[in-house]
């Protein structure tokens, strides 16, 4: 008798469950439009069994949102390979990494070899353009250093024309240590401007390639740098000029006062 009882729990389950995935396949095949899908093929729709005394169906076959309208020619197709002309699938435009602009993909037809010479004539301008920034830089630098030492130069002479004894030898060691730096920062400076003419020669030759390789906002833009650069340059170099024009006519001043003081 349990036997029976048990086996008549097992056929009343099956029914009911046959009946729930057969309403189900209707259901699936009004909604996604399978006209050829067979009752009993479960895998195909994706139904899964759970532990409990009643199955659970868990359907994974997902209508995804409606494709854009440039994809005429997609096909769209679910995992058992049945096409399905209702249902729509995103195509590749719509992904971020291939979404790109038809200004920034060159065809390779587009590659030519007047194209590729004005974009590496643009990389050189580019390379040219920053050693010229970092020269200019340098020169600004050392004149600046060396208009400070001539400043501090001149303080101390003025200093040393009312210095008594002791405080002029203490005034002529600070000079000595103040001149040898002064050397030292006028060997640099010198060197600089002597690549700078090296540097305006490289200019110049880049600027020309990239106009005859039909980059001319490149050449001018660079040669409007180089002249800007030659402007600031000429300008540090007439104020480093005055303060040294000072010092010497001070040290000519100290020179005849000394001779005067010695009659």
């Known amino acids: 008798m349990l036997g029976r009882s048990l086996l008549a729990k097992v056929v009343l389950q099956a029914t009911k469950f046959t009946l729930n995935v057969q309403r ?3 259901s699936y095949r009004d909604d996604i439009g399978l006209a050829q899908l067979v009752p009993g093929s479960f895998m195909a729709l994706g139904f899964t069994f ?3 005394e009643t199955p659970e169906c868990q359907p994974i076959v997902q209508i995804p949102a409606a494709a854009p309208s440039c994809c005429k020619n997609d096909v769209p197709t679910i995992n058992d390979g049945i096409s399905n002309p209702n249902v729509s699938f995103p195509c590749s435009c719509s992904n971020p990494r291939t979404n790109l602009k038809q200004s920034e993909v060159k065809e390779p037809e587009e590659l030519t070899h007047h194209f590729l010479l004005k974009q590496a004539s643009s990389v050189i301008v580019d390379s040219v353009t920053r050693l010229l920034t970092e020269t200019v830089s340098a020169l600004d630098t050392y004149h600046f250093q060396y208009s400070e030492m001539l400043n501090l130069c001149i303080a101390l002479l ?3 024309r009312a210095a008594n004894e002791t405080s002029q030898e203490l005034i002529n ?5 103040l001149r040898n730096q002064m050397e030292d920062v006028k060997r640099n400076l010198q060197e600089t ?3 700078l003419l090296s540097v305006q020669d490289l200019v110049n030759q880049a600027a020309h390639t990239a106009y005859l390789a039909r980059a001319e906002y490149s050449s001018i833009a660079l040669s409007e740098r180089l002249q800007s650069a030659l402007l600031e340059v000429n300008r540090i170099k007439a104020a480093t000029k005055e303060l040294e ?5 001070l040290q000519a001043v100290l020179i005849v006062e000394s001779g005067n003081s010695l009659k």
């Open 24 to 26: 189900r396949i209707r």
């Open 193 to 195: 401007e002597v690549f």
């Open 173 to 177: 060691c600070r000079l000595i240590v």
């Open 158 to 160: 003025e200093q040393s």
């Open 50 to 52: 759970s532990k409990s």
């Open 245 to 249: 024009n000072d010092m010497v006519q």
